[in-house]
């Protein structure tokens, strides 16, 4: 029904190129999408080369920290996402942990983050902050899929 659809939301999530390289991420984060009861509507392997990852993250240009994001999420393959649920993007974040490691291992130690964040900048994954990102966000990861076109369904279809 129309309400069913209503409720969904969808969000962007991506294993950054640290979690892709540990072996116990996929599985943990796959885990959570199960136990948390997400759909995956779609799913990819990619890599950035570093235009991509400026562009990505052009809201962060001359941070201190923004040279080694760009050169670190060009550094290796990722897997990206799109995830639907009810309240998808704020659970999400939930899952994943604060950005930085000391917090997420300190308040959060079960999170992705918490269990296999290395540092502030190699933190596991990505999630997208608000439906206006997760909307930009699965345009720039997947522009073939229109979230538009997903959410007027009258209930989730898989084709
Ligand atoms: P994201 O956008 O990736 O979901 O992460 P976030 O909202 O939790 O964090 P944000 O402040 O938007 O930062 C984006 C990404 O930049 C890297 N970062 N490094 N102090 C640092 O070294 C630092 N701060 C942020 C992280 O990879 C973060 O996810
Ligand atoms: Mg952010």
Partial sequence: TARLAKALQLTLAVVKPDGMAHPLVLEALHQKILDNSFVIVKCK???WK???????????????????LVEFMSS???????LAREDA???WRELMGPTKVFRAIYTSPASLRGQFGLTDTRNTTHG???MESARREIGFFFPEFSVEAWMQQEEPAFR
Avoid: T
């Fill in 76 to 82: 290796g393959p990722m897997r990206a996402y799109v």
């Fill in 128 to 130: 997208s902050d608000s």
């Fill in 45 to 47: 392997d990619l890599a």
């Fill in 89 to 91: 993007v704020s659970h």
């Fill in 50 to 68: 570093k235009q991509d990852s400026e562009k990505f993250y052009v809201e962060h240009a001359g941070r201190f920290f923004y040279q080694r």
